[in-house]
Protein backbone atom coordinates (compact mmCIF):
# COMPACT_ATOMS: atom_id res chain seq x y z
CA UNK A 1 0.00 0.00 0.00
CA UNK A 2 1.37 3.33 -1.13
CA UNK A 3 0.90 7.17 -0.16
CA UNK A 4 -0.48 9.13 -2.41
CA UNK A 5 -0.24 12.64 -2.50
CA UNK A 6 -3.23 14.99 -2.97
CA UNK A 7 -4.26 15.41 -6.99
CA UNK A 8 -3.51 18.44 -8.56
CA UNK A 9 -6.94 19.64 -7.91
CA UNK A 10 -6.70 19.07 -4.58
CA UNK A 11 -2.98 20.20 -4.29
CA UNK A 12 -3.73 23.68 -5.93
CA UNK A 13 -6.88 24.32 -4.23
CA UNK A 14 -5.08 24.02 -0.70
CA UNK A 15 -2.19 26.36 -2.15
CA UNK A 16 -4.80 29.35 -2.96
CA UNK A 17 -6.83 28.67 -0.08
CA UNK A 18 -3.76 28.47 2.18
CA UNK A 19 -2.36 31.94 0.69
CA UNK A 20 -5.26 33.40 1.61
CA UNK A 21 -5.07 32.07 5.38
CA UNK A 22 -1.45 33.42 4.55
CA UNK A 23 0.09 29.87 5.37
CA UNK A 24 2.21 30.00 1.62
CA UNK A 25 3.61 33.30 2.65
CA UNK A 26 5.09 33.25 5.57
CA UNK A 27 6.20 29.19 5.60
CA UNK A 28 7.48 29.44 2.20
CA UNK A 29 9.73 33.11 3.53
CA UNK A 30 10.86 31.25 6.82
CA UNK A 31 11.67 27.70 4.85
CA UNK A 32 13.29 29.26 1.76
CA UNK A 33 14.59 32.59 2.32
CA UNK A 34 13.89 35.73 1.26
CA UNK A 35 16.87 36.02 -0.85
CA UNK A 36 16.04 32.75 -2.76
CA UNK A 37 14.15 32.12 -5.72
CA UNK A 38 10.97 30.00 -4.63
CA UNK A 39 9.87 27.49 -7.21
CA UNK A 40 6.61 26.19 -7.39
CA UNK A 41 7.46 22.52 -6.25
CA UNK A 42 9.26 24.07 -3.38
CA UNK A 43 6.31 26.55 -2.38
CA UNK A 44 4.00 23.07 -2.91
CA UNK A 45 6.70 21.13 -0.72
CA UNK A 46 5.73 23.06 2.46
CA UNK A 47 2.44 23.87 1.83
CA UNK A 48 1.51 19.77 1.92
CA UNK A 49 3.89 19.45 4.83
CA UNK A 50 1.65 21.94 7.05
CA UNK A 51 -1.36 20.78 5.85
CA UNK A 52 -0.20 17.24 6.79
CA UNK A 53 1.20 18.73 10.59
CA UNK A 54 -1.89 21.13 10.42
CA UNK A 55 -4.89 18.64 8.72
CA UNK A 56 -7.10 20.75 11.05
CA UNK A 57 -6.53 24.22 8.80
CA UNK A 58 -8.22 22.13 5.49
CA UNK A 59 -11.95 22.63 6.13
CA UNK A 60 -11.72 26.57 6.99
CA UNK A 61 -9.26 26.75 3.77
CA UNK A 62 -11.28 25.14 1.63
CA UNK A 63 -14.70 27.05 2.78
CA UNK A 64 -12.93 30.35 2.29
CA UNK A 65 -11.81 28.81 -1.43
CA UNK A 66 -15.33 27.81 -2.05
CA UNK A 67 -16.59 31.14 -0.97
CA UNK A 68 -13.68 33.09 -3.09
CA UNK A 69 -15.19 30.51 -6.12
CA UNK A 70 -18.88 31.53 -5.61
CA UNK A 71 -17.92 35.12 -5.13
CA UNK A 72 -16.69 34.76 -8.67
CA UNK A 73 -19.82 33.21 -10.53
CA UNK A 74 -22.36 35.62 -8.69
CA UNK A 75 -20.02 38.43 -9.56
CA UNK A 76 -20.18 37.04 -13.37
CA UNK A 77 -24.14 36.69 -13.09
CA UNK A 78 -25.35 39.63 -11.05
CA UNK A 79 -26.96 41.91 -13.80
CA UNK A 80 -29.01 38.74 -14.52
CA UNK A 81 -29.70 37.54 -10.79
CA UNK A 82 -30.74 41.34 -10.01
CA UNK A 83 -32.84 41.84 -12.47
CA UNK A 84 -36.61 41.32 -11.94
CA UNK A 85 -39.60 40.05 -13.54
CA UNK A 86 -41.67 42.64 -14.00
CA UNK A 87 -42.58 43.61 -10.33
CA UNK A 88 -41.45 41.15 -8.59
CA UNK A 89 -39.36 42.41 -6.09
CA UNK A 90 -40.16 45.17 -3.09
CA UNK A 91 -38.11 47.39 -1.21
CA UNK A 92 -36.27 50.31 -2.71
CA UNK A 93 -36.05 50.55 -6.32
CA UNK A 94 -32.68 51.57 -6.60
CA UNK A 95 -31.81 49.96 -3.27
CA UNK A 96 -27.52 50.06 -2.31
CA UNK A 97 -28.06 46.35 -1.90
CA UNK A 98 -30.19 43.88 -3.63
CA UNK A 99 -31.04 40.65 -1.66
CA UNK A 100 -32.26 37.57 -3.76
CA UNK A 101 -34.49 34.98 -3.00
CA UNK A 102 -35.14 31.92 -4.74
CA UNK A 103 -37.76 30.37 -3.65
CA UNK A 104 -40.89 28.11 -4.22
CA UNK A 105 -44.56 28.31 -2.95
CA UNK A 106 -44.62 24.77 -2.01
CA UNK A 107 -41.41 24.95 0.76
CA UNK A 108 -42.55 25.59 3.93
CA UNK A 109 -38.71 26.87 4.78
CA UNK A 110 -39.67 29.89 2.05
CA UNK A 111 -43.08 30.66 3.86
CA UNK A 112 -41.06 30.66 7.11
CA UNK A 113 -38.68 33.17 5.80
CA UNK A 114 -41.24 35.34 4.78
CA UNK A 115 -41.13 37.57 8.49
CA UNK A 116 -37.18 37.05 7.97
CA UNK A 117 -37.59 39.57 4.28
CA UNK A 118 -40.50 41.85 5.42
CA UNK A 119 -38.75 42.64 9.08
CA UNK A 120 -35.32 43.41 6.92
CA UNK A 121 -37.36 45.92 4.70
CA UNK A 122 -39.17 47.19 7.15
CA UNK A 123 -35.61 48.00 9.05
CA UNK A 124 -33.80 48.97 6.13
CA UNK A 125 -35.19 51.73 3.63
CA UNK A 126 -31.91 50.97 1.49
CA UNK A 127 -32.37 47.94 0.94
CA UNK A 128 -34.27 45.99 -2.48
CA UNK A 129 -35.27 42.68 -2.38
CA UNK A 130 -35.36 40.40 -5.48
CA UNK A 131 -37.95 37.47 -6.03
CA UNK A 132 -36.65 34.44 -8.08
CA UNK A 133 -39.37 32.08 -8.70
CA UNK A 134 -37.72 28.24 -8.23
CA UNK A 135 -40.62 26.15 -8.79
CA UNK A 136 -38.73 22.57 -8.32
CA UNK A 137 -41.12 20.86 -6.00
CA UNK A 138 -44.50 20.24 -7.51
CA UNK A 139 -46.64 20.92 -11.03
CA UNK A 140 -48.85 22.89 -8.38
CA UNK A 141 -45.73 24.86 -6.99
CA UNK A 142 -44.64 25.74 -11.16
CA UNK A 143 -48.73 26.70 -11.54
CA UNK A 144 -47.98 28.84 -9.02
CA UNK A 145 -44.70 30.44 -9.86
CA UNK A 146 -46.39 31.63 -12.90
CA UNK A 147 -49.57 32.76 -11.69
CA UNK A 148 -46.99 34.87 -9.44
CA UNK A 149 -44.71 35.94 -12.47
CA UNK A 150 -48.28 37.56 -13.96
CA UNK A 151 -49.36 39.20 -10.80
CA UNK A 152 -45.90 40.83 -11.62
CA UNK A 153 -46.86 41.61 -15.11
CA UNK A 154 -49.86 43.15 -13.43
CA UNK A 155 -47.76 45.30 -10.69
CA UNK A 156 -49.76 43.19 -8.04
CA UNK A 157 -46.54 40.37 -7.29
CA UNK A 158 -46.58 42.02 -3.41
CA UNK A 159 -50.76 40.69 -3.16
CA UNK A 160 -50.11 37.51 -4.71
CA UNK A 161 -47.37 36.25 -2.99
CA UNK A 162 -48.90 37.29 1.00
CA UNK A 163 -52.20 35.63 -0.47
CA UNK A 164 -50.50 32.58 -1.71
CA UNK A 165 -48.37 31.49 1.14
CA UNK A 166 -51.89 32.54 3.53
CA UNK A 167 -53.49 30.31 0.82
CA UNK A 168 -51.25 27.19 2.29
CA UNK A 169 -49.23 24.99 -0.24
CA UNK A 170 -50.23 25.00 -3.94
CA UNK A 171 -53.33 23.28 -5.45
CA UNK A 172 -56.04 24.62 -7.90
CA UNK A 173 -58.02 25.65 -4.92
CA UNK A 174 -55.45 27.42 -3.00
CA UNK A 175 -53.70 29.39 -6.40
CA UNK A 176 -57.69 30.25 -7.19
CA UNK A 177 -57.89 31.66 -3.87
CA UNK A 178 -54.92 33.85 -3.85
CA UNK A 179 -55.59 34.78 -7.61
CA UNK A 180 -59.13 36.07 -5.97
CA UNK A 181 -57.83 37.68 -3.06
CA UNK A 182 -54.73 39.90 -4.85
CA UNK A 183 -57.62 41.28 -7.40
CA UNK A 184 -55.80 39.87 -10.38
CA UNK A 185 -57.36 40.26 -13.52
CA UNK A 186 -58.12 36.39 -14.29
CA UNK A 187 -58.15 36.52 -18.02
CA UNK A 188 -54.62 37.69 -18.43
CA UNK A 189 -53.23 36.39 -16.01
CA UNK A 190 -54.00 32.83 -17.66
CA UNK A 191 -52.54 34.44 -20.69
CA UNK A 192 -49.77 35.61 -18.80
CA UNK A 193 -49.28 32.38 -16.97
CA UNK A 194 -48.93 30.43 -20.36
CA UNK A 195 -46.72 32.85 -22.08
CA UNK A 196 -43.42 32.65 -23.81
CA UNK A 197 -41.68 35.29 -21.63
CA UNK A 198 -42.77 33.18 -18.55
CA UNK A 199 -41.39 30.09 -19.71
CA UNK A 200 -38.38 31.76 -20.43
CA UNK A 201 -38.11 33.39 -16.68
CA UNK A 202 -38.67 30.14 -15.58
CA UNK A 203 -36.17 28.11 -17.37
CA UNK A 204 -33.71 31.39 -16.80
CA UNK A 205 -33.74 31.16 -13.15
CA UNK A 206 -33.11 27.18 -13.17
CA UNK A 207 -30.10 27.72 -14.97
CA UNK A 208 -28.99 30.35 -12.58
CA UNK A 209 -29.88 28.22 -9.87
CA UNK A 210 -27.96 25.64 -11.35
CA UNK A 211 -24.87 27.99 -11.98
CA UNK A 212 -24.57 28.90 -8.36
CA UNK A 213 -25.11 25.62 -7.10
CA UNK A 214 -28.56 25.60 -5.54
CA UNK A 215 -30.70 22.58 -5.49
CA UNK A 216 -33.32 23.22 -2.62
CA UNK A 217 -35.33 26.91 -1.68
CA UNK A 218 -35.01 28.90 -0.05
CA UNK A 219 -31.56 30.44 -1.88
CA UNK A 220 -29.92 33.67 -1.11
CA UNK A 221 -27.77 35.79 -3.15
CA UNK A 222 -26.63 38.89 -1.51
CA UNK A 223 -22.99 41.21 -2.60
CA UNK A 224 -20.90 38.19 -3.41
CA UNK A 225 -22.37 35.91 -1.48
CA UNK A 226 -24.98 32.76 -1.60
CA UNK A 227 -26.81 31.35 1.07
CA UNK A 228 -28.46 28.12 0.98
CA UNK A 229 -31.63 27.37 3.55
CA UNK A 230 -34.00 29.61 5.68
CA UNK A 231 -30.68 31.00 7.41
CA UNK A 232 -32.59 33.00 9.39
CA UNK A 233 -33.00 37.36 9.97
CA UNK A 234 -29.79 37.77 11.85
CA UNK A 235 -27.37 35.99 9.08
CA UNK A 236 -29.64 37.67 6.52
CA UNK A 237 -28.88 40.78 8.30
CA UNK A 238 -25.25 40.00 8.50
CA UNK A 239 -24.93 39.53 4.68
CA UNK A 240 -26.10 42.56 3.66
CA UNK A 241 -23.76 44.32 6.13
CA UNK A 242 -20.97 42.71 4.31
CA UNK A 243 -22.54 43.67 1.06
CA UNK A 244 -22.69 46.99 1.86
CA UNK A 245 -19.16 47.76 3.29
CA UNK A 246 -17.64 45.23 0.29
CA UNK A 247 -19.34 48.32 -2.03
CA UNK A 248 -18.26 51.10 0.09
CA UNK A 249 -14.47 50.12 -0.30
CA UNK A 250 -15.08 49.20 -3.90
CA UNK A 251 -12.64 52.18 -5.77
CA UNK A 252 -14.52 54.91 -6.65
CA UNK A 253 -14.35 56.70 -9.95
Avoid at 100 to 121: H, N, P, W
Avoid at 139 to 166: K, N, T
Avoid at 188 to 203: I, N, P, T, W, Y
Wanted: neutral net charge.
Amino acid sequence: MSEKGPSRWTLGAISLASAALGVVGVMAYDRIGAGGEANRAEIETVVRDYILTHPEILPQAMANLQARETGKLVSANRAALEKPYAGAWAGAKDGDVVLVEFFDYACGYCRASLGDIERLLKEDPKLKVVFRELPILSADSEQAARVSLAAAEQGRFGDFHSAMYQAGRPSPATIAAAQAKSGLDAAKAGDSARSAAVQRELENNVGLARTLGFNGTPAWVVGDQALNGAVGYDALKQAIADARKGKAAEPKG
